[in-house]
């Protein structure tokens, strides 16, 4: 009597095996799926939640007490990292007026069509 599994039944039994890590790595790919959905969610709701950009920022001087270097539109490359802080559209006029340099590459004193000579 021969009790060695057949080729079939070997056969078989490896079908049986590569089905099962098929499901389990199946299983594992829709857990990072999952995770990946809340992550997406997560971040959908944290840009909703953002403030909008203020529409204009000062640029302050090197050094504590310095005059304030330039005024920015919101959003300009160039305040990007520089000490800026958000100012009203009023406050931005009176600087520019008080002779505080526009930024020459978001020209906010074009936007606040305010003329200085």
Sequence with gaps: MNDAPSRLEMLRFTRRVVAQQAEASLAQLDRWIAIEEERE???RR????RPPPPEWLLERGIGAGSPPA???RGG???AEGVRVKPISEE?????MYEHVEACPFCNPDTALRVILE
């Excluded at 944290?46 to 939640?49: L, N």
């Design 41 to 43: 969610v997560a971040r």
């Design 46 to 49: 944290a840009e909703e939640r």
């Design 70 to 72: 330039r005024v920015h």
């Design 76 to 78: 300009c490359d160039m």
């Design 91 to 95: 406050q931005a006029r009176r600087a």
